[in-house]
């Protein structure tokens, strides 16, 4: 039988930062919320994918595909909801949604679902958290992290190790071992998906989905590092949640963007809150969780900070 | 160990309607269900981690595990969604004077 562990919503509790009741509250599910915002996002999608389209034989053709680039990695924030399962409160839509996004951006759902699932027990704990970002200690190495070189090097042998029906010692700890055959199955589907794109490319010679997709994908990919790192890096590595991870105040065209993630703390503090909850849920929170008022800048000016050796103020606030 | 025997556990209007109830018994923490078919009693952790499941969201017949999601039927404490891959251990209850008893 699996040993009794606080969780941090256990902790919260306890410690009177919010009631059950009001923890019932926010846990309420809908499907609502989240269909109005996907289908928002996909409107937003069909109109960056029109602005390359204008714009291809004009300088502007790369600035509007990093545009179209930035909504469609932010399909990593609405995949990320439906892992939790509280993006709709049908839980196969989770599953559904959750698909096409890990489509979009090469993240197998399974998989992530259950990756993730340790990066909650073990929040940025060195070794034992799987998406745990090190803190950088160069400059150079904090640039080469934000080209996603690493992140994209990290995924393409992910997927083609998982292909070979491979998993390795982390993955193993972190999945039942009655679903090992299942990510080896999705990772597979994954590729065969991907190759006959490809092929239809190539048979074809019909290049949307480079123009459209692929590429985008690849120049927006650096901003969802970026917003990645805001989360737990240059936060002190230790398993207390009040420390460990990083709210950022932002705008709201970013916080529809990220479906809310924004407020990170309060989603490590209760991930069975959804989405449209957690603007409430930090206020009910607010001065028990670590926050960055600044935002995205902030969070990395206090990463650049603590780069350099000035420590002061990443930790205190 | 000791022969089994019905005990009393909670007051059913100490129960939360419509949602799970944790309630130490002994050394023991137990989840009541207050489900669409009747009260049910499991142990209140998680299979999978250890949990606390009263923490979760529950929707009247099916609880979810606060950290992972996991899902487990209330009423049979079967394990329907990974990572809980290990089912329940459900404890027979019945109502008696007002008061929900367990046998064990």
Known sequence: MATRIITPISQALEEGALSRAELKTFMRRSNRPALIRLALLLAILSTTTVLVWLSKDSMLFFPAMLLQGIVLVHHFSLQHECIHYTAFRTRYLNDIVGNYCALVIMLPHRFFRYEHCDHHTYTQLTGKDPEMIPMPRTLGAYL??????PYWKAKFSELIRHCLGQLNTTEKRFTPKSEYRTLIIEARAMAAFYIFVLG?????????????????????EPVMRAIRMTEHVGRPTTALMKENTRTNITNPVMQFLCWNMNYHAEHHYASSVPFHALPELHKKLSGYVHTEPRGYLGAHMDIIRQLFGNKNGGYSR | ???????????????????????????????????????????????????NLCDGYFDGKNIECPLHQGLFDARTGVAIAAPATRNLQMIKCRVQHGTL????
Not at chain 1, 144 to 149: G, K, Q
Not at chain 2, 23 to 49: E, I, K, M, P
Not at chain 2, 101 to 104: E, P, S
Request: hydrophobic fraction near 45%; glycine fraction near 6%; aromatic fraction near 18%.
């Open chain 1, 144 to 149: 080469y992290y934000l080209s996603s070189i």
């Open chain 1, 200 to 220: 239809l490319c190539i048979a074809s010679d019909w290049w949307a989905p480079v123009w459209y997709w692929w590429l985008p994908v690849l120049l927006g």
């Open chain 2, 1 to 51: 160990m000791g022969k089994q025997s019905w005990q009393n556990l909670i007051d059913v209007a100490d129960i939360e309607k419509n949602d799970a109830t944790p309630v130490q018994f002994g050394q023991q923490l137990l989840a009541v269900y207050d489900t669409v078919d009747g009260y049910f009693v499991s142990n209140n952790r998680c299979t999978h981690a250890g949990a």
């Open chain 2, 101 to 104: 008893q367990i046998y064990i």
